[in-house]
């Protein structure tokens, strides 16, 4: 009996319950300097910048800006490789509040696209700020 009851508490420790953590996503800009506690900390400075005709105009909220970013081979390798490095992560530090942060060189486009993807498939799982 407590056999079991050791076993079970070692097995509920393992596992930690994916609603009860919160994801805080962050996009920066390298040229104004990197948040504080980050946990994970990405850079999209030296990927590909948008083609977008007038992309000022826009951050990577943009619906054009995300098409022609996140449908690039270096976009997709880097969210495929930040969700797998979470999941590790999550196992193996068995927090409850982690802060990911993105950035570029102006955190407006590239960095601001790949959060924002990150959002979208993050939010299924965690709870995203």
Do not use: W
């Amino acid at each position: 009996m407590l056999l079991d009851m050791i076993i079970d508490y070692e097995i509920s420790e393992m596992f930690i319950i994916a609603e009860d953590i919160t994801i805080e996503l962050i996009s920066f800009g390298h040229s104004f300097g990197v948040s504080q506690n980050i946990a994970l900390l990405y850079s999209m400075r030296h990927f590909p910048t948008t083609n977008v005709e007038n992309y000022q105009q826009y951050d990577g909220r943009h619906k054009r800006i995300q098409n022609e970013l996140l449908n690039l081979v270096e976009y997709e390798d880097i969210i495929k490789m930040i969700t797998e490095q979470l999941s590790i992560f999550i196992h193996n530090q068995k927090k409850n509040s982690i802060k990911l942060a993105a950035g570029c060189e102006q955190g407006q486009h590239r960095s601001v696209a790949v959060i924002e993807r990150l959002v979208e498939l993050l939010k299924v799982t965690y709870n995203v700020e």
